[in-house]
C-alpha cells in the first residue's frame, strides 16, 4: 500500500503565502504523477495541480499564483500558494498516480485532506 501525508494547511490573510507539501511512503516503485486537488466548502472537488515527469498543469483560477513543485528523492510533492484569495479556501488534498511494488498497473491514492482558510 502507498499512503500519502499532507501537511502545511492553516489560516492565512488574502495576499498572503501558505506551502503544502505532500509525502508519499509504502511499496512505492515508481510515482508517474502527483497533484493537488482542493473542495471548498459546499463545492464538489476541483483540480489545482499536476506535475507530471517535467510537466505542470494549472487551472486559470489558480495560474501564475500557484506553483506546484517535486522532489523525486524524497518522494514529495509542494504546492506553494502566492497571492491567496478568499475563493482558496477548501480542504487541499494530494493525488498520486503511483506503480507499487510487484504491480503491473499504477493506481491512484489520495491523502486524508489539510485546511487552508483564507481570511478577508
Known amino acids: 500500500q502507498v499512503q500519502l501525508v499532507e501537511s502545511g494547511g492553516g489560516l492565512v490573510q488574502a495576499g498572503g503565502s501558505l506551502r503544502l507539501s505532500c509525502a508519499a511512503s509504502?511499496?512505492?516503485?515508481?510515482?508517474?504523477?502527483m497533484g493537488w486537488y482542493r473542495q471548498p466548502p459546499g463545492k464538489q472537488r476541483e483540480f489545482v495541480a499536476t506535475?507530471?515527469?517535467?510537466?505542470?498543469n494549472y487551472p486559470d483560477s489558480v495560474k501564475g499564483r500557484f506553483t506546484i513543485s517535486r522532489d523525486n528523492a524524497k518522494n514529495t510533492v509542494y504546492l506553494q500558494m502566492n497571492s491567496l484569495e478568499s475563493e482558496d479556501t477548501a480542504v487541499y488534498y494530494c493525488?498520486?498516480?503511483?506503480?507499487?511494488?510487484?504491480?503491473?498497473?499504477?493506481?491512484?491514492?489520495w491523502g486524508q485532506g489539510t485546511q487552508v482558510t483564507v481570511s478577508s
Open positions: 493525488n498520486a498516480e503511483v506503480v507499487s511494488t510487484y504491480a503491473v498497473r499504477p493506481s491512484e491514492y
Open positions: 509504502g511499496r512505492i516503485f515508481r510515482i508517474n504523477a
Open positions: 506535475i507530471r515527469g517535467g510537466t505542470t
